[in-house]
């Protein structure tokens, strides 16, 4: 599986399509703000010839959806997301509010992501970890025979996702993170909602938090 990164909208937010040979592709966190963001996007999609066939959110934050709307309709897919983020979701359009940004409401979750199921696209397979504590429905998705996770606002270089936004809890996530994320080899490669990628083995040593 290949990973692209793209790093959108304000709050300098980290979208990324996730392809394997057959060139069937899902993209996660669509955070694309503006016309020529999303057209970033689905040049990138045109050109690789990629299928995108998921619409996928790790957590629904505001930065993490700014494109849902526009993905949904262009590439006619059901948006996923755990369920216990569909209040968060729902916030979203007051939170774009406070933050005099422009926000097309995103469809809702038509599929539940939850953990033990499996994302299955082209001859790619994720696993999927619910990660709370940034937010109450945040999923991980990691792919095992690559070893990489693609983590959202769960671990960060150096940091941890904020816990001071409603449904936040900073014991949880220290808690989720330690259980679930660190349990895994340390060799995994973190791609973050925000900033550069990492490692567990990096964060294991050099996290202030851990
Ligand atoms: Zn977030
Ligand atoms: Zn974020």
Redesign the pocket.
């Known amino acids: 599986m290949k990973v692209r990164k793209f790093t959108f909208n304000p709050?300098q937010?980290n979208t990324y399509v996730l392809y394997d040979k057959t060139r069937e592709a899902v993209i996660v966190?669509p955070?694309c703000y503006d016309e020529s963001e999303q057209k970033q996007l689905t040049d990138f999609i045109e050109s690789n010839k990629l299928k995108p066939v998921r619409l996928l959110n790790t957590?629904a934050?505001i930065?993490?959806i700014f494109g849902n709307a526009f993905i949904a309709k262009h590439y006619d897919l059901k948006l996923e997301l755990h369920p216990d983020d569909t209040e968060t979701l729902k916030r979203a359009a007051s939170w774009s509010q406070q933050y005099g940004l422009e926000y097309t409401e995103s469809p809702e979750a038509e599929k539940e992501l939850t953990e033990g199921e499996v994302i299955a696209f082209g001859e790619t397979t994720l696993d999927i970890l619910h990660v709370p504590g940034h937010a109450p429905g945040h999923t991980v998705f990691i792919d095992h025979k690559n070893h990489l996770l693609i983590g959202?606002?769960v671990l960060f270089r150096g940091s941890i996702?904020r816990t001071d936004l409603p449904g936040g809890d900073h014991e949880l996530l220290i808690s989720s993170i330690q259980n679930k994320l660190f349990t895994l080899e340390e060799d995994y490669k973190v791609y973050s909602?925000?900033g550069p990628e990492t490692s567990l083995q990096y964060e294991k040593s050099f996290n202030p938090f851990f």
């Open positions: 709050f937010e966190d955070g957590h934050h930065d993490h959202g606002d996702g909602g925000h």
